[in-house]
């Protein structure tokens, strides 16, 4: 899955900067090489428009997912954790991993706010969903559970990068 932190020229039918289309119906990104833009049409006697020579082909990337500043906290939770809390549920080990540059967002996706539920990011909404499901599943069957639920940051920019636990502060 992707989401796009800041794209001001976003919509449903698919829009363009200079060196980004993204169509959401798609589900696709679209990168052009922007140096390259006044060099990337060149008119054909026949009227078609070819790509001029030494001109870098656009690259388009697929997703399972694609998420723009538009779409809404739950509505990223929801997607990214939709097979995750089941199978976690089900015994098998689950990981959500947000990557990206240092304030690209991976805080907001991970964390959130605290400003509604709506708000949530992945993080909150995957240990509130779990301890749901395991009350649900010991109400029905009795099971017992034993869960341990951990959140990781790195800050991998900088040589001896560390680590820190984001769970830290919420601890209580």
Not at 61 to 84: C, H, I, K, R
């Amino acid at each position: 899955m992707l989401r796009i932190a800041d794209n001001p020229v976003t919509s449903d039918e698919g829009a363009s900067s200079s060196f980004l289309t993204v169509d959401k119906k798609k589900r696709q990104v679209t990168l052009s090489d922007p140096s390259q833009a006044s060099l990337a049409a060149t008119s054909h006697p026949s009227g078609s428009q070819e790509r001029g020579p030494m001109v870098a082909a656009p690259k388009m990337f697929a997703f399972d997912g694609l998420f723009t500043p538009d779409d809404s906290q739950s509505d990223l939770s929801s997607a990214a954790l939709s097979e995750v809390i089941p199978a976690v549920l089900d015994g098998s080990d689950g990981c959500l991993l947000a990557l990206g540059y240092p304030g690209a967002g991976q805080s907001k996706s991970m964390m959130g706010s605290i400003n509604g539920a709506g708000d949530l990011g992945a993080i909150p909404c995957a240990i509130s969903w779990l301890y749901r499901g395991i009350n649900e599943r010991r109400q029905k069957s009795g099971a017992r559970f034993s869960v341990r639920v951990s959140a990781l940051g790195v800050n991998a920019t900088k040589p001896g990068s560390t680590s820190r636990d984001l769970l830290a502060a919420h601890a209580t």
